[in-house]
């Protein structure tokens, strides 16, 4: 044992004894954070590029900024920044692929992708251990241009559209059942205006007749589950979103799926954290987005804040930490595009963990008795406890790195892998 993992075991024994103290378990707070699995957005690695052959940005209002070098080029070096990001994130974790990343051959348009396309990545989870979930891609092609997918008023359109994400659930179904696991679909579009609109009634109605067409059929859930994500506004899509997210709660309250909440996606001041609860309230499960949007949904890596924790404590206060999927969902690339995803992952463990650590128990007795300053005060005095040490000791037996050496191993790897990749 090194100095550092000798120093980490002791540390962690005194924490234990610490948040006893509290009435807070730290050995089972660890083993509930063993149980989350996060779903890694594929997306960071290659700034939502995708293996169709396309040039551009992905457009739909989405925006990478950055030219950081190492980008995956294919298919086979993107899944080898994956594995390398998940070696590094503690635990067993999943993989969020978009359509656009089929290996098509000789081309499939976004209308007719099928499990063929998907077969290596199926191959590479299993290899690797890791879940997979997936998304229809309504976004970087000439038929999304004009602003609209689902909800166009043309029906040429839509019917394009309907068909690829009625095959994207397909793809999903076929995953999930090739790896005995659940498969999560997400569907995100980009459709709305930029100003006046005469249409939000039309597009809406549009929207809701799409939708019903794609999620007519229906899958085990052991398969498949659908999620629906809204968004506030994009850039381009400034004035008005067909998929609010009035119009997807409804919608997914009626129709049996969940709803998707993107940290991204709301007012710069409303609070995710708090919606949480309401909706735990009406639906069996939720799927996050964890994203960091900074004055708009800038889609920055994910690090430990104050938001993140306060929506890690609503869930687990909740005692519903296994009906939330956590996914993370931005791209950055301008800077370690593997050090990115490690460091967002371990964000949102760390704020997991934090909310587990939390002395839930004792902070409800002052409440319940009206003992507000009470309550603040134990708070307070609890951020003061060594939460770190709990950290470490979770990636010491888990085998991962920790404190510098992580910093140090993903620059390596982008020294000597990703950095090749130019010449
Ligand atoms: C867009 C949504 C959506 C995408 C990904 C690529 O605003 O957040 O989830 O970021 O699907
Ligand atoms: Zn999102």
């Not at 005469?198 to 398969?223: H, K, N, Q, V």
């Not at 010491?396 to 892998?417: D, H, N, Q, S």
């Amino acid at each position: 044992m090194t100095d550092l993992e000798s120093r980490a075991r002791k540390d962690y024994e005194r924490a234990r004894e610490v948040f006893a103290e509290l009435g807070v378990d730290t050995d089972r707070a660890l083993k509930a954070l063993e149980g989350v699995s996060l779903s890694l957005p594929c997306w960071q690695a290659d700034d939502v590029g995708g293996f169709e052959g396309r040039e551009g940005g992905p457009g739909g209002g989405l925006q990478v900024t950055g030219s950081r070098p190492g980008r995956p080029r294919n298919p086979e070096e993107l899944r080898a920044d994956l594995s390398k990001a998940l070696s590094l994130v503690p635990g067993r974790h999943r993989v969020n692929l978009h359509a656009m990343y089929g290996e098509f051959g000789k081309g499939a348009d976004r209308d007719r992708i099928a499990p063929e396309h998907f077969q290596g990545w199926v191959d590479w989870a299993r290899s690797a251990g890791a879940g997979l979930d997936f998304n229809a891609t309504c976004f970087a092609h000439p038929k999304a241009e004009a602003g609209f997918t689902l909800a166009s008023p043309d029906e040429g359109i839509r019917s394009f559209w309907v068909e690829h994400v009625r095959r994207a659930r397909e793809v999903g179904a076929w995953m999930g059942r090739e790896l005995g696991e659940t498969c999560l679909h997400n569907l995100w579009i980009p459709d709305g205006t930029k100003d006046l609109t005469t249409l939000r009634f039309r597009s809406r109605e549009r929207l809701f007749e799409s939708l019903d067409r794609i999620y007519a059929e229906r899958f085990d859930p052991g398969e498949l589950r659908d999620s629906v994500e809204s968004k506030l506004f994009g850039i381009g899509t400034e004035a008005f979103t067909a998929g609010s997210h009035e119009f997807y709660l409804l919608y997914a309250m009626e129709r049996g799926i969940f709803p998707c909440l993107d940290t991204g996606h709301f007012h710069p001041t409303e609070s995710v954290a708090d919606k949480v609860s309401s909706l735990l309230l009406f639906f069996p499960e939720l799927l996050l987005h964890l994203s960091r949007g900074i004055r708009w949904d800038s889609d920055h890596v994910v690090i430990l804040e104050d938001a993140l924790e306060e929506t890690a404590c609503e869930a687990v206060r909740a005692g519903a930490l296994d009906r939330i999927h956590w996914a993370l969902d931005f791209f950055d690339a301008g800077l370690n595009r593997v050090g990115a995803l490690v460091l967002g992952a371990r964000a949102v463990q760390k704020a997991l963990l934090s909310a587990l650590l939390e002395p839930v128990e004792k902070m409800r007795e002052r409440e319940e008795e009206g003992d507000r300053f009470g309550l603040l005060a134990l708070r307070e005095s609890w951020k003061e406890l060594p939460s770190g040490a709990v950290w470490r000791y979770f990636c010491l037996e888990k085998g991962v790195p920790f404190g510098e050496a992580l910093a140090e191993e993903v620059e390596t790897y982008e020294r000597e892998v990703l950095l090749k990749r130019e010449g």
